[in-house]
T-cell receptor, first 115, second 111 residues
Framework: NAGVTQTPKFQVLKTGQSMTLQCAQD?????MSWYRQDPGMGLRLIHYSVGAGITDQGEVPNGYNVSRSTTEDFPLRLLSAAPSQTSVYFCASSYHLGGRTDTQYFGPGTRLTVL | QKEVEQDPGPLSVPEGAIVSLNCTYSNSAFQYFMWYRQYSRKGPELLMY????GNKEDGRFTAQVDKSSKYISLFIRDSQPSDSATYLCAATDNYGQNFVFGPGTRLSVLP
């Protein structure tokens, strides 16, 4: 198993540009999530999904969109990049059995800089 | 106030020392508690996972949860230079749809 994969590893954007961060998992996990990690702030949840076609907002959803058309993929879209979105982005996945999410497995991260 | 608080460190100890890492939390609904280890420029990886109050041991690592005081601890025995990393505590409720992470403690184990 490849586990959780993320592309790209690094990205530089100009203010106002849009882009999509890709996330895929091959563990047949129902639950997938996106976090951003900033110094001193820890990991903050952006959006999550408990299955294909179901998404919900986390702690810091503004400026980001997600969709979940398949179990394997959970892309994160930045609509109009801002310098405040400079961060390291992590995707994670886990089982979600009986309405309960198990512990999460993280991808390697995408380092995004917005100029 | 963040729901999970953690001293960011950095914490430096000599090889072989016992390390104590701690977190506090404020949400009484939290039932599941986790410790993740994150090496520089890598994603977090799960170390320990406990439910409610009590201790759990795995090799050199012991996790403790005291729900009465809302206190989470991770102990590392016989610490090694390879333990040098940032340690994140996390908590979630019974439904597990919203994990809350502490900011992490950076640990350096010196040879």
């Amino acid at each position: 198993n490849a586990g959780v994969t993320q592309t790209p590893k690094f990205q530089v954007l100009k203010t106002g540009q849009s882009m999509t961060l890709q996330c895929a998992q091959d563990m047949n996990h129902e639950y997938m999530s996106w976090y951003r990690q900033d110094p001193g702030m820890g990991l903050r949840l952006i959006h999550y999904s408990v299955g294909a076609g179901i998404t919900d907002q986390g702690e810091v959803p503004n400026g980001y969109n997600v969709s979940r058309s398949t179990t394997e993929d959970f892309p994160l879209r930045l609509l109009s990049a801002a310098p405040s979105q400079t961060s390291v982005y992590f995707c994670a996945s886990s089982y979600h059995l009986g309405g309960r999410t198990d512990t999460q497995y993280f991808g390697p991260g995408t380092r995004l800089t917005v100029l | 106030q963040k729901e999970v608080e953690q001293d960011p460190g950095p914490l430096s100890v000599p090889e072989g020392a016992i390390v104590s890492l701690n977190c506090t939390y404020s949400n009484s609904a939290f039932q599941y508690f986790m410790w993740y280890r994150q090496y520089s420029r890598k994603g977090p990886e799960l170390l320990m996972y406990t439910y409610s109050s009590g201790n759990k041991e795995d090799g050199r690592f012991t996790a403790q949860v005291d729900k009465s005081s809302k206190y989470i601890s991770l102990f590392i025995r016989d610490s090694q230079p390879s333990d040098s990393a940032t340690y994140l505590c996390a908590a979630t409720d019974n439904y597990g749809q919203n994990f809350v992470f502490g900011p992490g403690t950076r640990l350096s184990v010196l040879p």
